[in-house]
């Protein structure tokens, strides 16, 4: 009642906010003809008399070709119009800008003509932000587009809509946002999941109510609104995890079918949300060790006795089902995906899986450079920790001469990561060449590279040293400085034992003009000064010579030198020392003269200052510590990978950080789902057939809870049985295990019966049926009502127990049911695991879920009392069948009209290597599940020896739902058998796709349906017909005129190739020229209403009402061709 409540309330908002627009939009268009008008007067004058010749020109020509195509957009043809509008879209894609013609475009808004309005919607999209109260006069009619049958129409009206970015319009948005996540187009609930981000940005106060729009499209099973709405997620209320946990396996299992941007946001989101829900999957003991080949090649022995050693760990299912449906996006040919997917195993994955993502990082690298800069920072970080991941790839970051500088630098960076005692040799020649680029830059930074090279591999320190040596005498000056710089560097770390390079460098000073490099050298003789007491006051004379035209940086060296040796060796260098601090005393840069000032105190004792003299020695010559050659990409992994942050290095704005991983696991039951089985829309039509709601396989979900499965196994009590034969065998003791294949005309009749006692029942309360059950005696003799552990079924009927068990097995699925059934072929039974737990508590809820208060307009006729002391097991099927829509009593499912005997080939002896297989529609409801269509399999071996295990493997789309036939143990040569299977195509043509098994072979197989066979036939009187049919018209229903021969204008050639065509059933007509036929959606039991008129002239016209349009239009088309071809 509270959100019915709220939503009227928004919807009055909307009206009042409307009413406001509307109002202001009429004082806008009173003003706007004058505006417009003057305009078009003063444009050509001004355009000739301001610009220049060639400025004019082009004015002059805009103006001609906008007016041009004004009056072709306010013409009278649709075809002028439509001219135009290609024309003005054209412009746009041009950059152009055609915002003048916004009046003439917007008047056409309202166009009939759809080609048009899809023109007219892409150009206020472009224009609404700019134009807004331009585009407030056509509000009204935007909001009418939102009821458009054509669904284009629709989502360009909200897109429009939600460009219009004017604060007064909120509630309009906020009402159509909601309306359209309702939508039955998954475009345009995409569409509404994109609006939610702009109508957030305009308007944050909404966030609740957005949130509520969120919530409701995560549920969405469509894989085309699963990308936009997590993006909304991210956008409006990233840190509301508790919306993702219900749709988590939703989401990984959807993953692979979403487009790819889709992709990439919803991998991002999972991979916060994974580290937020599961424990680390990392070694905590000590880094990992990716030399160690133990792993590979360990014995059982060391096996055992580390895994006794270490803490055992145990992955979470969810975080294997994460790891495991996104791998196969390694091979997505967008380069985003496939970052993003490496983004989320080196987050998540343990650590030896992690080198799963190297061959598709390293296959990127042919891309763009572009999308290789962004790779290689990424590679950049990851080499760092894991360099074996990349050490076998190596050669594809050798330096190409076409590169770009920056695609050089990070190539370098990662060699220079990847270098070891192994391949130092090799990738030192590679360093030998690069050296010689003429890329100044790379150049240099190689030199920077062969210097962590050596600092990091003890081993070639003295190689390298004796290498940039030998570059001080290069004649690239770029190079030199940069051989010193490093060189110096690499001094530090082991000062004694190299004086004489000390010495090289003084040698060469003079022909060093490159600032830093001068500096480094003179930093090198104050610092070792006492290993070169000859050189360096030397050194310290030419420096005072030139002192007045070095740079900055080397005359603050040149002063710290003689500082350094009038403490070491103030004999020689008194003198000059003092000479060089009267030069810096009055030096242009005021760093020299407070540097000179600060020396000249420290170093010459004086009266004020002794006590700080004594320790100068201790300042100016302490020992410093060597410096740490790092990468520049070493603090990166902060950042997520593949983040924007992580490309720039610093947090940027919208950034969401990684928490850490949780010590202990929060409770994975959060993710669990519970399955609700969907309500059906004609309530008393299982009941009138008498079908029973069969157990649920455990194929049918892939999550569920104990108390799912629980609650599913009561409902039915042997699910080989049928309604009808349930039902019946009540009056007439026949067999209650009777397969539907049986079924004869006379069902129609005994559904009659069932349902009269079906809705008897639905109205008896909970407790009636206790009591009735104790009193009345049994009539059956194949049931036993037994209450022993607890068994009973959700309407508190005792689970049947069957008088014959013959080849009973025991079945290996892992959510099985305890329910026994029969194979509707071979008449086996199968006797499913049970669980220990009981069920009264799922008897309780079930009851009370539907209740006649619930039910609306829904009045049952009354009926005589029929005793009995179990409740008809099609009593679950009418309590959940119920809709809350008035529907008629009289409409209930009947035989099919006609069954085709054409079988189709599922899998040739060839391809199957002897084992042939087709299969056909039987067009019977299936056994397994209401949603399901019941498909006849004939196997056959042609081989000259047994085929064993035959049995059904992986399935595609991952969402599929397949109740698979049990396994074959063993088919003889020359043999054949007969399985049934039931498929849920979610009234989709869509083909089934899965592996038909042997014991050494898979075959991939498929089984499409035609649009005919997604159907079951109903039947209901002429009047529920007519009325059913007023429901659905506008957009819910299509039609067609179609020729046909004279002799086929009866009734019994109308209905043969409709049959033939469709599973439905035929409805009684009072006008012998009007044919009609019902039939209902298998999956979702939306009605298919069909009428055929007979017409003058050898015509027919063909009517398809139903809210499955594409349902419609695709059985409009086979029946087209059905009819004409008769």
């Given amino acids: 009642m509270n959100g019915h409540r709220g939503f009227s309330v928004l919807r009055s908002e909307a009206a009042g906010a409307v009413r406001t627009a509307l109002v202001s939009a009429e004082n806008l268009q009173l003003t706007l003809k004058t505006e417009l008008s003057q305009e078009e007067q003063h444009l050509t004058p001004h355009t000739h008399t301001n610009g220049g010749p060639d400025e004019t020109h082009t004015k002059g020509y805009c103006t001609e070709v906008n007016e041009d195509l004004k009056e072709m957009l306010e013409s009278n043809k649709e075809s002028l119009k439509l001219e135009a509008m290609k024309r003005v879209v054209g412009l746009i894609a041009k950059g152009k800008n055609a915002s003048e013609l916004f009046p003439a475009v917007v008047k056409n808004v309202a166009s009939k003509n759809i080609e048009l309005k899809k023109l007219v919607y892409v150009y206020l999209v472009r224009y609404a932000e700019e134009q807004q109260d331009l585009a407030l006069l056509s509000i009204s009619t935007f909001q009418r587009a939102l009821k458009d049958p054509n669904q284009l129409i629709r989502a360009s009206a909200l897109r429009v809509l939600s460009s219009i970015r004017v604060p007064i319009i909120v509630p309009i948005m906020m009402l159509a946002i909601k309306e359209a996540a309702s939508d039955m187009s998954p475009y345009v609930r995409k569409t509404s999941a994109h609006a939610i981000q702009k109508l957030y940005s305009l308007d944050q106060d909404q966030k609740e109510l957005l949130i509520e729009v969120i919530e409701k499209l995560l549920k969405d099973k469509s894989t085309l609104v699963a990308g936009s709405v997590v993006m909304a997620f991210e956008e ?137 800069y962004i790779v290689l920072q990424n590679i950049a970080t990851m080499s760092i920790q894991r360099k074996g991941m990349f050490e076998p790839y190596m050669k594809s970051f050798y330096v190409r001469s076409t590169d770009a500088t920056h695609i050089k630098s990070l190539k370098l960076e990662i060699l220079t990561s990847l270098a070891n005692e192994a391949n130092i040799s090799t990738i030192l020649r590679e360093f030998q060449t690069y050296v010689k680029s003429q890329d100044k830059q790379f150049a240099a930074g190689t030199i920077q590279a062969i210097g962590r090279c050596a600092t990091n591999i003890s081993e070639v320190t003295d190689i390298c040293l004796n290498g940039l040596v030998l570059l001080l005498s290069n004649r690239d000056e770029t190079v030199v400085a940069e051989s010193v710089v490093v060189i110096r560097k690499l001094l530090q770390i082991q000062p004694t034992q190299h004086s004489d390079i000390i010495k090289h460098m003084a040698k060469l000073f003079d022909n060093i003009t490159v600032p830093m490099a001068r500096a480094s050298i003179l930093w090198l003789m104050g610092e070792y000064c006492e290993r070169v007491p000859k050189i360096a006051p030397d050194v310290l004379r030419k420096m005072a010579k030139s002192f007045t035209s070095e740079e900055d940086i080397v005359k603050l060296q040149t002063v710290n030198l003689a500082a350094k040796l009038y403490l070491t060796n103030s004999k020689q260098t008194k003198l000059l020392t003092q000479y060089i601090l009267n030069l810096g005393k009055y030096d242009q840069n005021y760093d020299i003269r407070d540097r000179t000032r600060f020396i000249r105190q420290l170093i010459v004792p004086n009266d004020k200052n002794g006590a700080l003299s004594k320790y100068a020695h201790r300042i100016l010559l302490a020992p410093k510590p060597a410096p740490v050659l790092e990468s520049a990409y070493k603090d990166r992994d902060r950042y997520q990978l593949g983040t924007l942050s992580h490309t720039i290095n610093t947090k940027a704005s919208g950034y969401l950080e990684l928490s850490d991983w949780p010590a202990v696991a929060p409770d994975q039951s959060v993710r669990n789902v519970e399955v609700i089985v969907p309500v059906k829309e004609w309530a008393p039509s299982l009941g009138k057939t008498g079908k029973s709601k069969p157990a649920k396989s455990s194929d049918d979900k892939f999550y569920s809870d104990s108390g799912e499965e629980e609650e599913e196994k009561g409902s039915g009590s042997s699910s080989s049985e049928d309604g009808s034969s349930s039902s019946s065998s009540e009056e007439s003791g026949s067999d209650a295990e009777s397969h539907v294949q049986k079924n004869s005309s006379q069902s129609s009749e005994e559904s009659d019966k069932s349902s009269s006692q079906s809705e008897k029942s639905s109205i008896e309360s909970d407790s009636e049926k206790k009591e009735r059950k104790t009193k009345t005696p049994l009539q059956k003799k194949t049931v036993k009502p037994t209450a022993k552990d607890g068994d009973s079924d959700e309407n508190g009927n005792v689970a049947k127990e069957a008088n014959s068990s013959s080849a009973e097995e025991s079945s290996s699925d892992s959510e099985s049911d305890s329910d026994t059934h029969t194979d509707s072929d071979s008449g086996t039974e199968h006797k499913k695991k049970t669980k220990s737990k009981a069920k009264p508590k799922v008897e309780v809820t079930s009851t009370k ?207 043969r190739p409709v049959a033939t065509v469709a599973n439905l059933g035929v409805v009684p007509s009072s006008q012998d020229n009007v044919h009609r036929f019902a039939g209902k959606t298998a999956s979702s039991g939306a009605v298919v209403l069909v009428t055929v008129e007979l017409r003058e002239s050898s015509t027919a016209l063909i009517t398809i009402n139903t809210e499955k349009s594409v349902v419609g239009s695709m059985l409009l088309r086979d029946l087209k061709l059905a009819l004409a071809q008769a």
């Fill in 236 to 372: 409006v209320c990233p840190d509301r995890i508790d919306l993702i946990h219900k749709n988590y396996r939703k989401l990984c299992n959807l993953l692979v079918d979403v487009e790819e941007w889709g992709q990439v946001v919803i991998i991002s989101m999972l991979t916060r949300y994974a580290r937020t829900q599961f424990t680390s999957p990392w070694k905590e003991d000590g880094v990992f060790d990716e030399y160690n080949e133990r792993a590979f090649y360990e014995s059982d022995e060391e096996k055992t006795r580390d895994e006794a050693e270490a803490k055992p760990y145990m992955m979470d299912p969810d975080h294997r089902l994460l790891l495991r449906n996104t791998k196969p996006l390694l091979q997505s040919r967008n380069t985003a995906v496939v970052m993003s997917v490496a983004q989320l195993y080196w987050h998540l994955a343990p650590k030896n899986e992690v080198s799963i993502v190297t061959k598709s990082l390293v296959r990127l690298l042919r891309s763009h450079r572009e999308v290789q």
């Fill in 849 to 1055: 879920e539907v209740s006649l208060l619930d039910l609306g307009d829904f009045t049952p006729a009354p009926v005589t009392q029929h005793k009995s002391s179990v409740l008809s097991p099609s009593l679950l099927g009418d309590l959940e069948g119920l809709s809350l829509s008035n529907v008629s009593s009289t409409i209930q499912l009947s035989s099919p009209a006609f069954v085709p005997e054409k079988s189709h080939d599922l899998l040739h002896r060839m391809t199957g290597k002897g084992l042939s297989a087709q299969y056909q529609f039987p067009r019977q409801p299936s056994l397994y599940q209401p949603t399901m269509v019941s498909v006849l399999i004939s196997l056959t071996n042609t081989t000259d020896h047994p085929l064993e295990q035959i049995h059904i493997g992986d399935r595609s789309p991952t969402g599929l739902n397949i109740h698979c036939f049990n396994t074959i143990e063993c088919l003889e040569p020359e043999a054949s058998v007969t399985v049934f299977m039931g498929i849920d195509f979610n009234d989709s043509t869509q083909a089934a796709n899965f592996q038909l098994c042997t014991k050494e072979d898979h075959f991939s197989v498929s089984i499409q349906p035609a649009v005919g066979e997604l159907l079951l036939p109903i039947t209901m009187t002429e009047l529920d017909f007519r009325t059913e049919q007023g429901k659905l018209l506008g957009m819910n229903e299509s039609s067609a005129t179609i020729t046909m021969a004279a002799e086929n204008m009866t009734s019994q050639p109308i209905s």
